[in-house]
């Protein structure tokens, strides 16, 4: 600091001498080598990092939740625990970064997002980017081979956000995952059964789960003459073809990746067929396809799901979609993913694009990747884009000028006259003790006016008044605040009163 005090009053008196010898005309010469002198002092001194303008905001692709979005994504993230729980998922968690080497190699083209940490002690550690391999090292690592688990946490991608698409960099991701050797196509069923249940009970808008598998893809690239080394960079072009056209994804795999022009358009007269179980069955007589190893054991095992399907009666929600490749590395059999077919389109609403609302699959080599004998344990499970349905409940309810409680309490305690506080906080406290959601407002002799309008506003429905009538008589007037009813209710009895009335089920959203 005493260094750049005493530069400051060098670069002072240097601009006096400057000024002094402009004000006295001196030579041109003599006033442009005292200014080159300023002009190096300044350097010298650099800019006062002190003094400069602090930009007070969120990093780019995050965002702060005030108490209505935070009500808001409470009641969505309800609906997906339940449903979770109903499905008999225990939970855990892992930690929020993991080392760089736990998440290498597992996410093809899009390990270039990835968040590296600086190394931290002699280990380099990244910021995890999604639930499912944090889960396989956690299996690996405590020698799990069977558990139905979920996890909701936050994940990292160095993407480019679209804020207003539901697209970030820090995220939540809502994952069920079922781990263990069971019959084929069983545990896959439930998690699509499940995907649907969700995205039902949250009413965001008609959708289509689109599914596929990576060996009939991949037995696919093989006749059409792909070379195995380009595999999951072609799959990785042919996943971009629900938002790209097939021309652009052919100029990609044929210019950007090498890929001779008759091997793609032999890919082409595959990947843009969809359908049901009928085309499964379409692809088991395809002479070439049906030859393939891989991808007839792909389509037996889609027919067989396509059963279980009909059983759980979603078998409408779905499509087999032969353009669905999933880019993640580590899925190697069933892949889905959940597509809004359009969003809600009610009084004032704009359209909103935001794509993929869940998705998942089977991966069954990614737990061995990490066991040192290399066991493998069988996984499906499931992932909800939380951040999506957010988008789409916000807005709805933004339209709609819905009012949003950002609170639970079921009853204000209020006085009707002055010198009531310590009964005030009497009776408070004895709700609290039952288990009742109160409050009370901060001040000694509020007003009653301001008391009951404070409960309008924070939308409580009850009023628990005490007065000094009622203190002496034992009882409590219990008031509504959207009827304005009164009714006095014996101290006793107060709790259940409350109780019974705010009994009802909150909505969803």
Not at 184 to 194: G, N, R, S, T
Not at 221 to 235: E, L, M, N, W
Request: with cysteine.
């Amino acid at each position: 600091m005493a260094e750049r005090a005493a530069l400051e009053e060098l670069v002072r008196l240097q601009g006096e001498r400057v000024r002094g010898l402009k004000q006295q005309k001196a030579s041109a010469e003599q006033i442009e080598e005292e200014v080159a002198k300023l002009l190096k002092l300044k350097a010298q001194l650099g800019p006062d990092e002190s003094k400069q303008k602090f930009v007070l905001k969120t990093p780019k692709g995050t965002r702060d939740y005030s108490p209505r979005q935070m009500a808001v994504r409470e009641k969505v993230f309800d609906v997906i625990i339940r449903c979770f729980k109903r499905h008999g998922a225990e939970v855990i968690d892992t930690p929020v970064f993991e080392l760089k080497e736990t998440l290498t190699g597992k996410y093809g083209e899009d390990s270039k997002l990835i968040y590296d940490l600086k190394d931290q002690g002699g280990e380099l550690l990244s910021l995890r980017y999604d639930l499912t391999v944090p889960f396989a090292r956690y299996l690996a690592m405590n020698k799990l081979t069977n558990i139905k688990r979920y996890h909701i946490a936050k994940v990292y991608r160095r993407d480019n956000p679209a804020m207003t698409r539901g697209r970030y960099r820090e995220f939540y991701q809502c994952d069920f995952d079922i781990a263990g050797q069971f019959d084929p196509m069983i545990p896959d069923a439930e998690c699509l059964k499940i995907m649907c249940e969700i995205l039902s009970s949250l009413q965001i808008g008609d959708f289509l789960v689109k599914v596929n598998d990576r060996r009939i893809l991949d037995g696919m690239f093989a006749i059409c003459g792909v070379p195995d080394s380009k595999f999951r960079t072609i799959c990785s072009s042919v996943d971009k073809l629900d938002k790209v056209s097939w021309e652009e994804v052919k100029s990609e795999m044929v210019r950007e990746k090498g890929l001779a022009p008759e091997v793609a358009d032999h890919i082409g007269d595959y990947v843009q067929q969809h359908g049901g179980v009928s085309l499964v069955e379409q692809l088991l007589q395809d002479p070439k396809l049906s030859q393939n190893k891989l991808a007839l054991e792909g389509l037996g095992d889609l027919k067989l799901l396509f059963e279980y399907l009909t059983l759980f009666g979603i078998d409408d929600k779905i499509s087999f979609d032969l353009s669905l490749a999933r880019g993640l590395d580590y899925y190697t059999g069933v892949i889905y993913e959940a597509v809004l077919l359009q969003t809600p389109a009610q009084a004032g609403e704009e359209p909103l694009g935001v794509g993929s609302v869940a998705a998942g699959g089977r991966y069954d080599g990614l737990v061995g990747m990490f066991d040192p004998k290399g066991r493998k344990v069988p996984c499906v499970g499931l992932s909800i884009g939380v951040e999506r349905i957010f988008s789409i409940v916000e807005q709805r309810l933004e339209a709609l000028e819905e009012k949003i409680r950002t609170t639970e309490t079921q009853v204000l305690v209020a006085s009707a006259q002055k010198k009531l506080l310590e009964e005030r906080l009497k009776l408070v406290s004895e709700l609290w003790d039952a288990g009742i959601k109160a409050e009370l407002l901060y001040k000694k002799n509020p007003k009653l006016l301001n008391q009951l309008q404070y409960c309008e506003e924070a939308g409580i429905p009850l009023v628990a008044i005490i007065g000094e009538q009622e203190l002496k008589d034992g009882v409590i007037k219990l008031r509504s605040v959207a009827s304005r009813e009164e009714v006095d209710v014996q101290r006793e009895d107060l709790v259940e009163e409350i109780k019974r009335r705010t009994s009802q089920p909150l909505c969803i959203c």
